[in-house]
């Protein structure tokens, strides 16, 4: 079994992190996972993402031409991640930025307003936070407990943060298993 | 010790440290400039010797001055880093001494770009800098491969006296994978007896590559094949992949597009069509007596890399032309896919893709 999930948006929305609190919640659990940037010269208001996979097996190639998954921050995003996912994947679509849809019969879509959310929590940086519980939540490829105890140790060093954080990871989370239902 | 995830860059980083690396020389470039970044915090912490040169010529010239001292000297940068390198490796190379240096490869020639790439084999494998002299290469394919190469690479860098290169990419750089540094051991190394370290209460040590008199070079150009001659009985790795079942198709790939061709083989696999993989690790040495061997059954060999077919010539020596040879490949920063290469196999076999 073999999960891949890009993570993309804007840069300093929090992709990578989102992103590397997966990878590391699925290392935690003991499983095989590889955290794969975009690189370039980028910088903050550019475009970023990263490929995250978990798997049961050894990870052959790490570079993925059609993900299962997308979680997707901004507009950019959402028309270059969402047509390559493979079908039965799921596009978590932050809908506090993106107006338009994913034009697919064939996937399932997790609508979530997640820079509203986050901001109603406490902090708009917030916001990648949702797109991860969100994203859990819908394909539940860690189990919820492991994440929130992974994004907890990040978030270690800055204590303040973890509240808010938190309150987000859990309302994306639950708009994530709604959408599975 | 539990599994950490880290950057290839920052796990490399540490890895030297634990094998007592400490005297880290370096100038940034991308993508390497993680390791720098790294070193910066970590080498103050452990007591060794972390300095950002003026350029890579400078860096490199202070890596010859340093291993003439003894210690553990090492560097990282990347493809035209590596290019400015190359006079103070031979210098090292030359005058016998150990150092280990990192080529995180990024796109060429010239500036390039600073996509992953594998267009430096041919610089690190046959030489590089002038001269008649050879670098162990090593080439990692995953970010605890890197992590155990490093030990090795200081290990026989000392061993042999000689410049050991390890040659990653842009993607192996960059990558986070998990990771578990393990303890390494190694028999015990000869005494720096040759070190310039201080003389006093014995006679000086001279760190020199100059040989005037034809005879005593000529000694020199010999003791130094003699070694090239030791690493390849004793130096070869390679990872074999499905090649304990039938196969008609042998891949030769290493680094990141090994790990491509894992994937491409598991993909032909579905179709029927059994295909095999060596993954050289040593670049030089090359396997090629394994390979001569896993080459017996097949219809043709082909090389994956990134770069316009590099490794090409040594697949072709391996298998002593006795067996097509094709290559597929990528350029400028873009990595082969499994479908490229499934259909790639596919064509070749006559199978359409």
Redesign the interface.
């Given at each position: 079994m073999q999960t891949e999930v890009v993570f993309a948006g804007f840069g300093g929305q929090g992709v990578m992190l989102a992103g590397?609190v997966l990878?590391?919640t699925g290392?935690n659990l003991d499983k095989?996972?590889?955290?794969?940037?975009s690189?370039?010269?980028e910088m903050r208001g550019g475009t970023a993402n990263c490929t995250v996979i978990i798997a049961d097996e050894p990870?052959?190639?790490?570079?993925i031409?059609h993900p299962r998954d997308a979680a997707v921050m901004n507009r950019p995003s959402l028309e270059k991640f969402c047509p390559s996912l493979r079908p039965g994947g799921f596009a978590v679509v932050n809908k506090s930025l993106i107006p338009v849809d994913p034009e697919r019969e064939d996937i399932t879509v997790v609508n979530v307003e997640a820079n509203k959310i986050a901001i109603e929590a406490g902090s708009g940086k917030a916001a990648n936070m949702v797109m991860l519980g969100a994203y859990v939540g819908a394909t539940e490829v860690v189990p919820f407990d492991a994440l929130v105890e992974t994004a907890k140790k990040v978030l270690q060093k800055k204590p303040k943060l973890v509240p808010v954080n938190m309150k987000c990871l859990d309302q994306g989370y639950g708009i994530g298993q709604a959408a599975r239902a | 010790m539990a599994?950490v995830?880290m950057k290839g860059n920052e796990a490399i980083a540490e890895a030297a440290v634990r094998a007592g690396g400490l005297c880290y020389f370096c100038y940034p470039i991308?993508?390497q400039s993680e390791v720098a970044e790294y070193l910066s915090r970590r080498m103050p912490e452990v007591g060794g010797t972390f300095l950002q040169g003026e350029s890579e010529v400078a860096v490199s010239n202070m890596l010859y001055g340093a291993a003439g001292a003894g210690v553990r000297a090492w560097s990282t940068s990347s493809s035209p880093g590596i290019s400015l390198m190359m006079e103070a490796l031979s210098y090292i190379a030359a005058s016998e001494l150990p150092t280990v240096v990192v080529n995180i490869v990024r796109t060429g020639p010239g500036l390039g770009g600073?996509?992953p790439s594998q267009g430096d084999y041919l610089q690190a494998v046959k030489g590089g800098g002038h001269g008649d002299y050879r670098c162990l290469v090593y080439a990692p394919s995953s970010v605890q491969e890197a992590v155990e190469l490093m030990p090795l690479a200081f290990d026989r860098a000392d061993r042999y006296r000689n410049p050991v290169i390890v040659l990653g990419d842009?993607?192996i750089g960059?990558?986070?994978?998990?990771v578990e540094f393990r303890e390494h051991e190694f028999p015990p190394l000869p005494p720096k007896d040759w070190a310039t370290d201080g003389c006093k209460g014995r006679k000086p040590n001279i760190v020199n590559s100059l040989y005037l008199d034809p005879v005593k070079e000529e000694e020199l150009n010999q003791r130094l094949a003699a070694k090239y001659e030791r690493m390849k009985q004793n130096e070869v790795m390679y990872e074999e992949y499905m090649t304990d079942r039938p196969y008609e198709v042998l891949l030769v790939a290493y680094g990141?597009t090994a790990?491509?061709c894992?994937?491409?083989i598991?993909k032909l696999a579905e179709d029927r069509i059994g295909a095999a993989l060596l993954r050289p690790i040593t670049l030089f040495p090359f396997p090629s007596a394994r390979l001569y061997e896993l080459a017996k059954p097949v219809k043709f060999l082909m090389s994956v890399e990134m770069s316009c077919g590099q490794m090409v010539e040594d697949v072709e020596l391996g298998v002593r032309c006795e067996k097509p040879v094709y290559f597929y490949g990528r350029q400028g920063g873009l990595?082969p896919?499994?479908?490229e290469v499934v259909d790639q196999v596919k064509k070749r076999l006559g199978k359409g893709a």
């Open positions: 590397m990878a590391e290392m095989e996972v590889v955290w794969l940037p690189y370039g010269p990870i052959a190639s790490p570079i031409l | 599994k995830l991308t993508p600073i996509l842009g993607m960059q990558m986070m994978e998990p990141t790990r491509v894992k994937t491409a598991k990595v896919t499994p479908e």
